[in-house]
Structures are given as structure tokens and as C-alpha cells.
């Protein structure tokens, strides 16, 4: 649903960072399966603090990813 409800916003993020030689780390890509992002981890803690927040918690050990980018970048 996140994907669909922001395509337009998506589409012109992605240009604006072409145009600047930029990436895009779009977190969707790597936190959810099939547009399905988990709300609460194995122990039933909530994952988001409100409807587009992550916890500290999550966000800290679920962001690898951005590592993986920047390393990725050079």
C-alpha cells in the first residue's frame, strides 16, 4: 500500500537524485516483502512508533542496509 499511495512522490524523488547524481535508499525495499512490512517483531513488540516511525530499536538494527549502500557508493 506505502508504494502505491506515494508512486508520484517516489517517481520524482528518483529524478531529482538522477539529476544530482544522487541514491536513493528507499527503505520499503528492504524492510517489507511484497509491499507486507511487519508491525511487530517474533516477541510481539510494535516496530513503529506511529503509522511512518520506527522504533530506535527497530530502526537501529534493521537499517544495515544503508551501510551496505554507502559502502556500495565509492
Known amino acids: ?14 529524478k531529482i537524485a538522477k539529476n544530482l547524481n544522487s541514491t536513493v535508499i528507499n527503505p520499503i525495499d ?3 516483502k511484497n509491499n507486507d512490512c511487519p508491525m ?9 512508533k506511529d503509522s511512518k516511525h520506527m522504533t530506535s530499536t527497530y530502526a537501529r538494527e534493521s537499517a544495515v542496509f544503508i551501510d551496505t549502500t554507502l559502502l556500495n557508493s565509492k
Open 40 to 48: 511487530i517483531d517474533k516477541n510481539g513488540y510494535p516496530l513503529y
Open 1 to 14: 500500500k506505502f508504494n502505491n499511495l506515494t508512486k508520484v512522490d517516489h517517481q520524482n524523488i528518483y
Open 30 to 32: 528492504y524492510l517489507c
